[in-house]
């Protein structure tokens, strides 16, 4: 046991060398979350009042799910977000995730929105309209599904909840019987599986087209591209119009047998990975999952791509005001594994029903506390060590990734307690890419930057009108830090400076006392 905070190796003498630098570095693990927080807004949270409590809690980045709702409904939450933004001097970044190629269940009757389906009943997909009940139900967004089937393939609801066995198929319906006794609603997520089950759609939809120029004008930082196959996937987005005009950073998630085979293509044309479990775990084997998900986050640390776990965290505060054991044990080890961003889903979002959601605010209190503990244990100086040498040793490494990395090893020498990267947008990612045992504060004079940074591990930032006047941009910087707890008197600060006008990108590094 700990006495007064002393831990015991420290009375008995037996520390050594290492465990000194993991007390230094549970020392300063806890004055901020560095792993960040993002909060599906939906229902239960398009309020500007509920909004307020997710930012205080820590929420930093809102993701807008387009398979549901409408753009009117989104965009009044983007507006309620803004104010709530400019009442708590919070920032926010804005995500919007798109449908992709999906497949989804159609609308059902009033009366039977959740019907609970029998083992062994007789049930039929149809892929004209019609409104679902407890025999049948249409599919939306595919047509030419029969095509593509055949008797004995698998059709999994809602990510496997509830599962069919195709049993004959004619040119508008699949009859199926049911797997296993479950609820079926409208607008569930449809995944068919099967030895020779090879769905062909084009992978860029008029919805979605419509949907990423609803991110342009609505002025969203980031944009996450569903059912990524290849990284023309990627290139297609980035070619519609306004996208690379607006400077919307794009996020490729990962959700598919295919996806993961390309994975370091795909990775190599985006701007962050974004794993969705849920989907993904459909098409690889339960048991594969944890592997899988532990050699996405280790392959986008080593690039130093931004990398962002979601589905399923805290999935029972939906309905309860407590997390199981197991969500706890599951979040701490992403951490460890290396995501730079966790994502709550049902929690947060809930429905227009109100049958969950009613404990958004405690599920962000939740996993900003488990957050802080995993950090905790976390061996700072282990991860730096490991990136450099993989980074060194399979390519060239660039002046400014290496002034970056030399940055954060100054960290540690001179045991500084924050980092501060007077930024254009690009040098704070080889910052967080050597993943410092400190915050990064990333001061920028552009807006969309602020945010945009969001994304990254322990960055935190500071918007300025101009960086023009380094000596000022830095006492502002630090004067910020001060208020915010970030430092405190005495202690030690390295400044990154990036010059835009400078090829090299990192003009100069510096060690100040506050």
Request: charged share 25%; with cysteine; hydrophobic share 40%.
């Amino acid at each position: 046991m700990d006495i007064l905070g002393i831990r015991p190796e420290l009375i008995s003498g037996s520390l050594d060398v290492a465990s000194i630098e993991d007390t230094k570095e549970r020392r300063w693990s806890h004055r901020t979350a560095k792993t960040k927080i993002m909060c599906t807004l939906g229902p239960a949270t398009r309020t500007k009042e509920k909004i307020i409590e997710l930012l205080n809690e820590g929420m930093e980045i809102a993701r807008f799910n387009l398979s549901h709702e409408t753009h009117e409904f989104h965009s009044e939450v983007v507006v309620n977000l803004r104010q709530a933004c400019k009442e708590t001097g919070k920032n926010c970044a804005l995500l919007l995730d798109t449908h992709g190629p999906e497949i989804r269940t159609g609308e059902m009757k009033e009366q039977f929105k959740n019907v609970i389906l029998k083992q062994g009943q007789t049930f039929t997909f149809y892929v004209n309209f019609v409104l679902g009940d407890n025999e049948k139900c249409s599919i939306k967004n595919f047509f030419d599904l029969p095509k593509f089937v055949q008797k004995g393939d698998q059709i999994f609801v809602d990510y496997g909840k509830i599962s069919f066995t195709i049993k004959s198929i004619s040119k508008f319906m699949i009859v199926t019987e049911v797997d296993n006794e479950g609820s079926l609603g409208d607008n569930k997520i449809v995944t068919i599986v099967g030895k020779k089950a090879n769905i062909e759609k084009p992978f860029l939809s008029y919805q979605d087209t419509v949907d990423i120029d609803f991110a342009v004008r609505m002025g969203f930082d980031v944009i996450a591209i569903s059912y990524v196959s290849r990284a023309e996937d990627v290139e297609d987005i980035r070619s519609l119009p306004g996208v690379t005009e607006s400077g919307i950073k794009l996020v490729s998630k990962i959700e598919s047998q295919i996806a993961l085979d390309n994975l370091e293509a795909i990775a190599s044309v985006s701007d962050g990975i974004y794993v969705s479990r849920s989907d993904l775990a459909v098409e690889v084997p339960f048991y594969a999952m944890p592997h899988i998900q532990k050699r996405i986050a280790t392959h986008c640390n080593k690039i130093g791509m931004p990398c962002i776990l979601a589905t399923q965290v805290l999935g029972s505060m939906a309905w309860n005001p407590r997390p199981t054991r197991a969500e706890c044990t599951d979040i701490t080890n992403a951490i460890f594994e290396g995501y730079d961003c966790i994502v709550l889903t049902d929690s947060t979002a809930g429905d227009a029903s109100g049958n969950f959601g009613s404990y958004a605010v405690e599920s962000v209190v939740r996993l900003n506390k488990q957050i802080k503990e995993a950090e905790k244990e976390i061996k700072y100086r282990l991860e730096y060590s490991k990136i450099r040498n993989f980074t060194v040793g399979s390519s060239d490494m660039s002046i400014s990734e290496s002034v970056a990395s030399s940055a954060v090893k100054t960290a540690w020498d001179v045991e500084a307690t924050l980092i501060i990267v007077l930024t254009t947008g690009l040098s704070e990612g080889y910052v967080a890419k050597y993943r410092p045992h400190t915050p990064i504060l990333c001061v920028t004079d552009s807006s969309q930057t602020s945010r945009q940074v969001l994304i990254r591990r322990a960055c935190i930032s500071l918007l300025l009108e101009s960086l023009e006047d380094r000596e000022k941009a830095s006492e502002t910087a630090i004067a910020y830090a001060k208020k915010h707890r970030l430092i405190e008197p005495g202690e030690l600060v390295v400044e990154i400076y990036g010059d835009p006008s400078n090829e090299v990108g990192v003009a100069s590094v510096r060690v100040i006392k506050v």
